[in-house]
């Protein structure tokens, strides 16, 4: 499995909150930095090695409690942090150190120093969030597109996954102080507000969500040179994931999943797939190959026209993969398959929920 497989994996499975393989044993994987250290069995959060390794994260801990995007929290700083990565909700940052401290602290490892590590995390989390109830990629905010409400990556949907499981009180957050889980239920509010805001409609219907809206027009927003203004077809499974993931969803919510699935089912492209390969001058590449029976969405979709469109480095929409430079075809995903099971499993299983 891939590192970004992996990351997909977990990032639904926190969305749905609920993992839908068995646990991951830390006794028969080696220990790596990632999503995997939130899934083991509820025991090994009291052993040494989790205690030692919430310990070592506590090391990468910023002055204003958040944590760094892009770096191995396993092995302890011998050195200055890199500024350019910290106090990001990019990547799993600060997301996931929280909820592996919260696993540590739940299962017997209180210490004062990881409480306060925790809490002050958490304050910072809350702090970062704009009025309106979006959150940026860093904080404090970084001149850029940073500032822009970030459901990039699933940034966003962390954050609400992580506020959503502190204010209900559950495991492993049960130790959480009444106030947090009660700022933290304001803020869940104030996010969910924010995603049926930000949902684009067209023609008078609901769709979907760009990978970045701006945080005060609320619009469709550019981040990188490639990532332009446009409804997304991966960013927006995860949004709609977690609007299921709700308990009691009102009319808003439910129409805001109703039309995404819809918008989904239209523009899915069926029978192909990505395939990776080595071109004739030793670079690695993809390309899109029939594949009957296999469907397919876009990463970028036009507003407007929804047409699938791919964007290099010059910024100018394309056609087809083939069109946009090998380094971006090598190094982007602009092909995704995490609809299908988004329309073919959770939806049905979401009617049925909220149906009885």
């Known amino acids: ?29 080696p220990l790596t930095w990632g999503t995997s250290l939130a ?5 090994w959060y009291a052993t040494p090695d989790a205690r030692r ?70 304050d910072y989390v809350l702090a970062a969030q704009y009025a309106n109830g979006g959150w940026p990629q860093f904080f404090p905010l970084r001149r850029g597109y940073y500032t822009h409400i970030t459901y990039n990556d699933d940034a966003q949907v962390r954050l609400l996954t992580l506020v959503k499981d502190i204010a209900a009180g559950g495991a492993p957050y049960g130790f959480v102080d009444a106030a947090r889980k009660a700022r933290a239920a304001d803020a869940l509010a104030r996010g969910i507000d924010v995603i049926l805001k930000t949902q684009i409609v067209q023609d ?32 927006s499974v ?49 390309r899109v190959i029939p594949a009957p029976g296999q469907t397919l969405w876009a990463r970028f979709y036009e507003l407007g026209t929804n047409r699938p469109i791919f964007m290099g480095r010059d910024s100018v929409a394309k056609g087809s993969l083939a069109e946009i430079e090998q380094e971006r075809r090598a190094g982007y995903n602009y092909w995704d398959g995490a ?18």
């Open 1 to 29: 499995m891939s590192i970004r497989t992996a990351w997909i994996a977990a990032a639904v499975a926190l969305s749905l909150g609920a993992c839908a393989t068995a646990p991951v044993r830390a006794e028969t994987q």
């Open 339 to 356: 609809a299908a099971n988004l329309i073919a499993r959770d939806y049905p299983a979401w009617r049925a929920r909220i149906a009885g």
């Open 204 to 235: 008078g219907k609901l769709t979907v969500w760009c990978a970045q809206h701006d945080e005060v027009t609320l619009a469709p927003a550019w981040a990188r040179k490639f990532e332009p203004p446009s409804l997304s077809g991966y960013e």
């Open 53 to 122: 390794i919430a310990d070592t994260i506590i090391l990468y801990q910023s002055a204003e409690g958040g944590w760094p995007k892009n770096t191995d929290l396993l092995v302890a700083p011998t050195g200055p942090l890199d500024p350019d990565l910290a106090n990001s909700f990019d990547n799993n940052g600060t997301s996931l150190p929280l909820t592996f401290l919260a696993k540590v602290i739940a299962a017997g490892g209180e210490t004062p120093a990881r409480r306060a590590a925790f809490d002050r995390g958490v």
């Open 39 to 43: 899934k083991q069995d509820a025991a």
């Open 238 to 286: 995860g949004i709609t994931r977690f609007l299921m993931s709700l308990d009691r969803p009102s009319p808003q919510i439910i129409a805001a999943v109703e039309g995404s699935i819809a918008w989904f089912r239209a523009h899915g492209i069926a029978d192909i797939a990505v395939e990776r390969f080595t071109d004739a001058n030793g670079h690695p590449d993809r």
